[in-house]
C-alpha cells in the first residue's frame, strides 16, 4: 500500500506498543509455554505405551494433519473472520487436552487415544497458523512483518527453553499429566486475550466470490511469484530431509555415538533452541531486503552443521552443530513468511499462508516416512553427512530454477513477420 511505502519500518519492540499486536503476541507467547510443558507430557506417554514406535505414531498423528485441513485451513483464514479462526482454534485445543488431562491423571490414558489428541490438536493448529499469518500485516503493517515474525520466533524457542527447565522443575513433586491441562489453560487465555482484538474482523473482501473450494487464486498467487514459489518448494523439500534426519537421528546418534542419554538428547535440543532464539532476535532487528534469496541461501548452513553432528564426538560439539541448523532453518521459514506477507494481496493471503504451513508441517510426515527409515539400516553419522551434503544443494537448485523461470518470462515473444502496429 502507498501508506507502508512511505512509513519507516519500525523496530520489533515498538511493535508492542500497538494494542491488538500485543494482544496477539501474549496469546502466542502463553500457548508457546503450555505446548513446550506437553511435549514433554505427550513423547513421555507415547514412550512408556509404545516405546519408539508409539513415539513415531504420535508424531505421524502430530505432522498428518497439516497435509488433510492445511488448504481449507488457508481457505477459512479468507473467508472468515479471522480473530474468530484464531479463537475457535485455540477452544478446540482446549478442549482436546481437557479428557486427555483426566485419563493421564487416572493412570488410564492408551497410546490410541494420544495418536487421536495429537491428530486433533494438529488439525486445529491448520486453521491457527494460516489465519495468524494472514491477520499479522494488519497488525504491524507489511513493512514490519518481518521484525514482527522474528520477535515472535525468537519468544516462541525461548519459552520451549525455559518450559523445559520449568518442566525438570515440577516434575519432582508433580505428575507428568498436570501438563496437558496447563497447556489446555494456556489455550484458554489466548482465546480469551484474542477477543480483544479489533483487527480481523470481517472475511477477506473478496471471501464471497473465492468460495470454500477455490484454491486456484492462492496458487496463482505464487505461480506468478517464481522466486517465492522456489522457496515455498525449497521448504518443503528441505524440512523433509531436515526433520526426518534430526527426529529419528539425532536421539540416535546421541545414544550409540556419544554414549549420552536422555540428558544428553536435552543438551542437545537446547543447542538448536538456542540457535532459532538467536536468528529471531537478529531477524527481529535487523530487516533483509531480498527475503526470498535469503530464504534459498539459508538451508546451506546445514552443510556445516551436520557435518558438525556427523563427526561430533562430545555433546557439546553436537550442541553447536544443532545451534547452526536452527540459525539456517529459523532464518529461512521467518524470511519466507515475511516475504508472502509483504507480496500477496490480502484477499488471497489466508490460501498463501495455509498453503506455507501444509508444505512445512507436512514435510515432517513426509521426512518421517522417507528418511527416518534409513537409520534401520545405515550409521546415523552417514546420514547425517547425506543430508548435510543434500540440503544447500535444495536452495541453490530451487533458487536457479527461479531465476531461469523468471528469465524465460521476461523474454521477448519471438518476431512475427507482422508490424508493430498489427
Not at 175 to 181: E, I, N
Not at 206 to 213: E, I, V
Request: glycine share 10%; proline share 5%.
Amino acid at each position: 500500500s502507498r501508506v507502508d511505502a512511505v512509513t519507516p519500518a519500525r523496530s520489533a519492540f515498538a511493535l508492542l506498543s500497538r494494542p491488538d499486536f500485543r494482544r496477539v503476541y501474549v496469546a502466542v507467547s502463553a500457548s508457546e509455554l503450555g505446548d513446550a510443558l506437553q511435549y514433554i507430557a505427550l513423547m513421555w506417554f507415547a514412550f512408556e505405551a509404545g516405546g519408539p514406535l508409539g513415539v513415531l505414531a504420535v508424531r505421524l498423528a502430530d505432522s498428518v494433519p497439516a497435509l488433510v485441513f492445511g488448504l481449507h485451513g488457508g481457505l477459512a483464514a479468507d473467508r472468515w473472520d479471522r480473530r474468530r479462526v484464531l479463537i475457535g482454534a485455540d477452544l478446540v485445543r482446549a478442549a482436546v487436552l481437557v479428557p486427555i488431562a483426566i485419563a493421564g491423571l487416572a493412570g488410564e490414558l492408551p497410546l490410541s487415544g494420544l495418536v487421536v489428541a495429537a491428530f486433533l490438536l494438529t488439525a486445529a493448529t491448520s486453521y491457527f497458523d494460516p489465519a495468524y499469518g494472514a491477520l499479522l500485516p494488519a497488525l504491524v503493517d507489511r513493512r514490519n512483518v518481518q521484525q514482527a515474525n522474528g520477535l515472535v520466533r525468537a519468544t516462541a524457542e525461548a519459552l520451549s527453553v525455559g518450559g523445559w527447565a520449568v518442566a525438570a522443575g515440577l516434575l519432582a513433586f508433580l505428575p507428568v499429566s498436570v501438563f496437558f491441562a496447563v497447556n489446555a489453560a494456556t489455550f484458554l487465555f489466548s482465546a480469551a486475550v484474542l477477543a480483544g482484538v479489533r483487527s480481523g474482523r470481517g472475511g477477506a473482501a473478496d471471501a464471497g466470490a473465492a468460495g470454500l473450494h477455490d484454491l486456484a487464486a492462492g496458487l496463482q498467487a505464487i505461480r506468478i511469484r517464481p522466486f517465492l514459489a522456489a522457496a515455498v518448494l525449497a521448504n518443503g523439500l528441505a524440512v523433509t530431509i531436515a526433520a526426518g534426519t534430526w527426529i529419528a537421528g539425532a536421539p540416535q546418534l546421541v545414544s550409540e555415538n556419544l554414549d549420552r542419554a536422555a540428558g544428553g538428547f536435552a543438551l542437545v535440543m537446547t543447542g538448536y533452541a538456542l540457535g532459532a532464539i538467536t536468528a529471531g532476535a537478529f531477524l527481529a532487528r535487523r530487516p533483509v531486503e531480498r527475503k526470498v534469496l535469503g530464504s534459498l541461501l539459508a538451508w546451506s548452513f546445514y552443510l556445516p552443521a551436520y557435518l558438525v553432528i556427523a563427526l561430533a564426538g562430545s555433546v557439546e560439539v553436537a550442541m553447536v552443530g544443532a545451534f547452526i541448523g536452527a540459525l539456517g532453518e529459523s532464518s529461512a521459514v521467518v524470511l519466507l513468511n515475511s516475504a508472502a506477507q509483504e507480496q500477496i494481496p490480502d484477499r488471497v493471503l489466508g490460501r498463501v499462508m495455509g498453503l506455507i504451513s501444509l508444505v512445512h508441517r507436512g514435510a515432517h510426515a513426509v521426512g518421517l516416512l522417507l528418511i527416518a527409515p534409513l537409520f534401520a539400516f545405515l550409521e546415523p553419522s552417514l546420514v547425517f553427512v547425506g543430508a548435510a551434503l543434500t540440503l544447500p544443494l535444495v536452495g541453490i537448485g530451487c533458487a536457479a530454477w527461479a531465476l531461469t523461470t523468471a528469465r524465460a518470462g521476461a523474454a521477448p515473444a519471438p518476431a512475427t513477420g507482422r508490424s508493430p502496429r498489427s
